[in-house]
């Protein structure tokens, strides 16, 4: 049982770490101080 817990969160840590590698290969500019796009990032997710 332990074991599916330790691949479960390698899983999901790989899954991260792939979405941020991902992330900055396409915005090669890094995170946006704008708080406007933080805004709209959160209301994609939050489905506003």
């Known amino acids: 049982m332990k074991k599916k817990y330790i691949v479960s969160i390698v899983i999901t840590s ?3 770490i792939f979405s941020l ?3 900055f ?3 090669n500019s890094g995170l946006s101080v704008s708080q406007s796009v933080w805004g709209e990032f959160g209301d ?3 489905g506003s």
């Open 14 to 16: 790989f899954i991260g």
């Open 21 to 23: 590698i991902i992330y």
């Open 25 to 27: 290969i396409h915005f």
């Open 44 to 46: 994609f997710f939050g």
